[in-house]
């Protein structure tokens, strides 16, 4: 009989000399909640880096606007299965950046959003008008309200993909823009994991003559006061960067077709380009922005308190409310062959289950590969971001995940009622 092996990171039994904390979270009292509540959540974030299959988490929890818990576990760089010197590791901080991978569509989303409020578009227009070498094969009267809702007909590049491309960006966006869609546009609900990012994106370029990158700074980063918050990440910061491994159980057929399935490409590949400092440098507006734990749930808190952070309304409240607001209910994703909700731009959860735990219908937020977690939950006036580096999709983590999605759910009391 063939064992089943772990790709994975020892860990000790003494996670003191591994813990990152921000000297000024908020005690739990303050948000009118149990002391007992923050730390049965960060010992379940303790258990789920137990599982060994994260060199590094980073970790932040608001409530009721405060900063409860904001930390790190492990190392962000040196430290992975296999090499596991710690004399040469780098130890992770908490405010350091990481990739958010496809959580990185959900503020791809709101800078186009962001253009439909200043009326420079509509999004219920054909994403020919804007590109007018879009509307081919049957693309014609393809929406912008399609593509965010991955309903495009272009989930995946078919035929011969090199994961190289993703550094051409003119490249790629003349490979979508001559392709024909596996479906008519409205159609069916397939995860666009990469594809619509680069059309939105050339969207933004047309119509403001600048790119993804300036908008996202001149519309969030900047308003909001963030150091890191864009596509890619400068030389200057890279020395506290989160690189990516590999780990859990090694995808076999099925699980790597399903996977080639959703990426176009396997896990060690996608794991080997996220690391490419090309991909530090470039534009990927599906896949990679870098944040901190901390700016990624002020972005997501910002959009709970309806676009407004502090003293700056970064978004109109109409905005965000059409933003989040329900596409369509359940339903079967043809490539994630899972029930999911989405909004426009946004995975909901829901109940009694949903990807940000139980009863969660009220929340809002993205999933990035492979165990990343962003959301905001109204009904619990919380937002939460968990920033992993281990990529895994099986593995000994996934019944401590699911603990900690738990644990979030319950020991945060639901104010409004579920839908």
């Known amino acids: 009989m063939r064992t089943i ?21 908020a005690a739990a009292e303050s948000t009118g909640l149990p002391a007992g509540s923050v730390a049965a959540i960060w010992q379940a974030v303790e258990d ?24 790190g576990l492990g190392h962000a760089r040196g430290y992975g299965p296999g090499q596991e010197d710690e004399a040469g590791a780098v130890a992770v901080r908490y405010d350091d950046p990481i990739c958010l991978f496809s959580a990185s569509k959900a503020v791809t989303a709101m800078l186009i959003h962001w253009l439909n409020q200043e009326g420079l ?14 509307g081919v094969h049957g693309k014609k009267n393809a929406t912008i309200y399609h593509l965010l809702t991955h309903r495009g007909g272009i989930p995946r590049l078919e035929g011969d993909f090199e994961p190289e491309l993703l550094f051409d960006h003119p490249a790629i966006v003349q490979r979508l823009c001559a392709a024909r869609p596996v479906s008519r546009s409205g159609r ?11 059309i939105l994106s050339e969207l933004i370029q047309r119509v403001t003559g600048k790119d993804a990158r300036h908008l996202l700074d001149r519309v969030i980063r ?3 006061g963030m150091r890191h918050f864009s596509f890619g990440l400068p030389t200057s910061e890279r020395s506290r960067w989160i690189t990516h491994y590999a780990t859990g159980v090694r995808p076999l057929f099925p699980l790597d077709a399903y996977l080639r399935h959703v990426l176009g490409a396997s896990l060690e590949t996608a794991v080997d380009m996220s690391n490419d400092p090309r991909f530090l440098d470039a534009l990927i507006p599906a896949g990679n922005i870098y ?10 808190e910002m959009l709970r308190q309806r676009g407004r952070y502090g003293d700056v309304q970064v978004f109109e409240p109409a905005t965000v409310h059409r933003a989040i607001l329900e596409a369509q209910g359940p339903e079967l994703d043809t490539s994630l062959l899972l029930p999911m909700r989405y909004s426009l731009g946004f995975m909901l959860g829901s109940r009694p289950l949903g990807l940000f735990g139980p009863q969660t219908s ?15 939950d109204q009904a619990r006036d919380s937002s939460v971001a968990l920033m992993t580096s281990g990529k895994a999709l099986l593995g000994p983590h996934l019944p401590a995940l699911a603990k900690l999605l738990y644990t979030i759910s319950q020991r945060l009391p639901s104010g409004a009622a579920q839908k």
């Open 48 to 71: 789920l880096y137990r599982s060994g299959v994260f060199p590094a988490i980073t970790f932040c929890l608001r409530h009721r606007g405060a900063i409860l818990l904001q930390r």
């Open 222 to 224: 900047q308003p909001m």
């Open 362 to 376: 009220l929340a809002f937020g993205h999933l990035g590969l492979t165990s990343i977690f962003c959301w905001a």
């Open 5 to 25: 092996s772990f790709n994975r990171i020892t860990v000790p039994a003494d996670l003191s000399s591994r813990r990152s904390i921000a000297p000024d979270e």
């Open 121 to 134: 578009i509509d999004l219920t227009d054909p994403i020919s008008r804007y590109i007018p070498e879009y």
């Open 291 to 300: 944040a901190s734990a901390e700016e990624a749930c002020r972005f997501f």
């Open 188 to 198: 069916r609900l397939a995860y666009h994991a990469l594809t619509a990012g680069f």
